[in-house]
């Protein structure tokens, strides 16, 4: 089974900026939906960023809106999160997910880590303040 792989990561300041990359050459961007989703330590795993295939349409929890973009490149076959004005909070493991597979894409379950079967194995972001 193909599996995505990130990279990126690491420590910063709060107020600066990472940037995540998810290597998903095995999969099509035209076919299928990707997301970034995190996980803090004694925390459930949240939804991030979501972008859909097909329309390219972007979706964001409201923590990290106008902070974050999501964006995928056709010519290296990734999908990237570029993380800008960090807070501690943000502190988490970020995973790739790839392959949305429930029945139906809504608002309310494009950032739902239930409908994404191919996980990658996580990249390490760490905020300090």
């Known amino acids: 089974q193909v599996q995505p792989v990130e990279s990126g990561g690491g420590s910063v300041q709060a107020g600066g900026s990472l940037r995540l990359s998810c290597d998903a050459s095995?999969?099509?961007?035209?076919?299928?939906?990707m997301a970034w989703f995190r996980q803090a330590p004694g925390k459930e795993r949240e939804g991030v960023a979501t972008?859909?295939?097909?329309?390219?349409?972007?979706y964001y929890i409201d923590a990290v809106k106008d902070r974050f973009i999501i964006s995928q490149d056709n010519a290296k076959r990734t999908m990237d999160l570029q993380m800008n004005s960090l807070k501690p909070e943000d502190t988490a493991m970020y995973y790739c997910?790839?392959?949305?597979?429930?029945?139906?894409?809504?608002?309310?379950?494009?950032?739902?880590?239930?409908?994404?079967?191919?996980w990658g194995q996580g990249a390490q972001v760490a905020v300090s303040s």
């Open positions: 095995g999969f099509s961007f035209s076919m299928y939906s």
């Open positions: 997910a790839v392959h949305f597979t429930c029945n139906t894409f809504s608002d309310s379950n494009a950032l739902n880590p239930t409908c994404f079967r191919n």
């Open positions: 972008i859909r295939a097909g329309s390219g349409r972007t």
